[in-house]
């Protein structure tokens, strides 16, 4: 393995701190990675929503696994600006654990939710969810309270 | 209709197996409003929980820490809301009667929610010892739930919570590293706050207690409270604080830390809504709905919104 192919392998380890399980590389987050050739690394991330409170901790979940890999000398994680994240980014794993894990359903463009319960389609009740990455559905059919990932750019998903 | 149960003994033999129950079940009254009086509980104290902590975005030092309070408010709300769903939905009583019980001081929240934080070193008390305290009860909750939609809502919930616990750290540890001027505020917040943390828990569980016999606690109150004692009072000894409860016993050989007799009143008063910040605290929240009533008055006779990815703005 490359040092940038081990990079990526440890940075794919670390969870998201709101979704144990699911890795921040799963969400979409990783958007560049550059190691040069005295092993100095640069991660370059993308939050969900730019006031997301869990991102110190994961660049610091990233910079600690990061800077075990062996070959590299030191690590730099930064923020980026742009590309804006959106739900498009998430892996199809990611959206299958999280609607078997967490309830928790993703959706794309203007496609009906399915209800990740009974997979009737669901319908909003709010706009505003835990987080402002979710919003909230329930479910016609089954009565579940359903939870729904939307892109924080896009206005309504 | 889902599935019905010919007696409450044939009912508690498929909870003992470790059935769950669903909304659609024709399960026993007396099940029914327990566990609806329990999320019911739980959900106000999401949304006390909430206002509180919006009550501290401009007073929160620092834009990190700022920011970490903006989202554990929208957190806490974003909880309680999908709590009063799952509660509405047992059909005991609509979300909007729960909200207007809860702001005229009919129905009860946690403790805690009855002490004002006045210093930013009562806000890192809270967010170390209390949401502890609180991951602690919803751990033992979810662990064994048999109410299946909550058991679902708590898995999701406990993960945040999770999260909070480990802000509540790291500000810990901060003002634990800071100067003396800050780790005195910190012990002053410790003095006020440990003991209605502790009390969080609630007395000894009885024998009867229904919650533990349905599966919906699947621990005694004692055995948390004891597990709380046992990592909070060495932690926060090591970091040179003191534990406001003289009558605290070490045993070094066993390694235990256990707490001296525990005084129940202020529990008590709290669960009467005549705690120290009951009345401010619920006046408040009133204040706060009837404030927003224009927002669900314009909700309620507002067309439906066209489906589509162009909509509203947020």
């Known amino acids: 393995m490359t040092t940038v192919e081990r990079v990526r392998t440890a940075i794919a380890s670390v969870d998201d701190p709101e979704y144990p399980g699911i890795s921040v590389v799963d969400l979409g987050l990783l958007e560049t990675l550059d190691v040069t050739l005295d092993g100095h690394v640069v991660v370059g991330l993308i939050p969900t929503f730019s006031g997301c409170p869990a991102l110190s901790m994961i660049a610091n979940d990233v910079r600690a696994v990061v800077g075990s890999v062996d070959g590299v000398s030191s690590c730099d994680v930064r923020w980026l600006g742009a590309p804006a994240w959106t739900v498009d980014r998430v892996s199809d794993e990611a959206r299958q654990a999280m609607a078997q894990e967490f309830t928790v359903a993703v959706r794309i463009g203007v496609e009906p939710v399915s209800c990740p319960r009974c997979g009737a389609p669901t319908t909003e009740t709010s706009l505003f969810g835990p987080s402002r990455c979710r919003a909230v559905h329930s479910c016609p059919a089954c009565s579940e309270v359903v939870e729904v990932m939307r892109s924080s750019s896009g206005g309504r998903a | ?314």
């Open chain 2, 1 to 314: 209709m889902g599935r019905s149960w010919a007696s409450m003994v044939a009912f508690e033999a498929f909870l003992d197996d470790g059935g769950i129950v669903e909304v659609d079940d024709d399960m026993p009254d007396a099940y029914r409003q327990a566990v609806f009086a329990f999320i019911e509980m739980h959900a106000n104290s999401e949304l006390m929980g909430g206002l509180t902590e919006r009550d501290w975005i401009p007073k929160t030092p620092g834009l990190r820490h700022k920011m970490a309070v903006l989202a554990k408010t929208q957190d806490e709300i974003g909880h309680g809301h999908l709590l009063y769903m799952v509660a509405a939905d047992m059909g005991i009583k609509h979300r909007r009667e729960m909200l207007e019980d809860l702001f005229a001081g009919r129905s009860r929240f946690h403790n805690v929610f009855h002490y004002r934080a006045k210093t930013w070193g009562d806000q890192v008390a809270i967010s170390f010892l209390v949401d502890a305290a609180a991951l602690a009860t919803q751990q033992a909750v979810f662990k064994n739930c048999s109410y299946g939609p909550y058991r679902r809502i708590l898995k999701r919930i406990i993960t945040e919570e999770g999260f909070h616990m480990r802000m509540g750290e790291e500000r810990m540890l901060l003002i634990a590293e800071g100067t003396e001027v800050q780790r005195a505020l910190f012990q002053a917040s410790l003095d006020d706050w440990w003991w209605p943390a502790l009390q969080l828990f609630g007395p000894d569980s009885q024998p009867d207690d229904v919650l533990l016999r349905w599966h919906i606690k699947s621990e005694r109150n004692e055995v948390l409270r004891a597990r709380w004692v046992q990592k909070f009072a060495p932690l926060l000894i090591s970091y040179g604080f003191t534990v406001p409860d003289p009558d605290l016993v070490h045993d070094p050989e066993a390694g235990t830390w256990t707490s001296g007799p525990i005084d129940w009143e202020p529990l008590r008063r709290t669960l009467a809504m005549g705690g120290p910040d009951s009345a401010r605290r619920i006046a408040d929240a009133a204040a706060n709905w009837a404030d927003t009533g224009w927002v669900r008055e314009a909700m309620d006779h507002a067309p439906e919104r066209a489906p589509g990815p162009a909509g509203a703005a947020v």
